[in-house]
């Protein structure tokens, strides 16, 4: 029986993976900063841990608590929509911690047993806004552009040790709380002389045809993880996919 890891497991993406992966029998070890494992279905087979991961000693107790991994899903992040002229850099950096650092920060942190064993799956959640430009997410967009640089690169080093490093660029979920989780951080981020521009941009976002499902994600999330291929990158949702088309 296989076991999964993944960060960021209490609500969105991050939730409904988990539940994905306990419906098709594996061993789940789903972490968020504050454990809840009422939001899963009770089962043997579920670990819910706390992990931060900004932090690296919570980086070192999850690894130690989880012991073998097969597949790492590195999927918590923090949303933020604002206008970068008005982005304070602590706020920016905020994000970069969370978005890349903790990513790479996560991955560094099971190599070593992917290595000795030459086996392994790393699948990293980034967004459909690196697929095509977007106002008023730069800050996000930056955060998670590096981590497909990031990711592209680390498949080339690690095919070496046969581990598997694979991409899910998700796209926009109203039922996500994407905005909820960057909480006070967007607080004065769309001051007055954006205001008019950002509404009309909100407007047209809320009016886009296709969205994407959280079921869709952790599908696409599953199929990654159970990928042999070369294949990089996998657009998740409609309106990725309607991206993918279009470039």
């Not at 560094?108 to 790393?122: D, H, S, T, Y």
């Not at 680390?154 to 490093?165: D, K, N, Q, S, W």
């Amino acid at each position: 029986m296989k076991t999964v890891l993944i960060t960021g497991c209490s609500s969105g993406y991050g939730l409904e993976t988990a539940r994905y992966f306990l419906a098709q029998g594996w061993q789940v070890i789903a972490t968020m900063r504050s454990p809840r494992e009422d939001i899963l279905p009770a089962s043997p087979r579920l670990r819910v841990l706390p992990l931060d991961v900004t932090n690296p000693e919570s980086i070192a107790a999850v690894l130690d608590a989880s012991g073998h991994i097969d597949v790492l899903v590195n999927n918590a992040g923090i949303g933020l929509f604002g206008a970068f002229e008005v982005t304070p850099m602590a706020t920016i950096r905020e994000i970069f911690e969370t978005n890349t650092f903790g990513v790479m920060a996560m991955t560094q942190a099971v190599l070593p047993q992917f290595r000795a064993r030459r086996a392994g799956m790393i699948v990293n959640v980034t967004s459909s806004a690196t697929l095509a430009p977007m106002p008023l997410v730069a800050v996000y967009t930056a955060s998670k552009t590096a981590i497909q640089g990031f990711t592209g690169s680390l498949a080339h080093e690690l095919a070496e040790f046969t581990i598997g490093v694979k991409l899910v660029e998700p796209g926009y979920g109203p039922s996500t709380r994407f905005a909820e989780n960057g909480g006070e951080r967007m607080a004065g981020l769309i001051p007055e002389s954006y205001a008019a521009y950002a509404q009309s941009v909100f407007t047209l976002f809320a009016q886009q045809a296709a969205f994407t499902r959280e079921s869709d994600v952790a599908e696409v999330v599953w199929r990654a993880a159970n990928d042999s291929s070369k294949q990089l990158h996998f657009p998740a949702g409609a309106d990725a996919l309607a991206l993918v088309s279009a470039t």
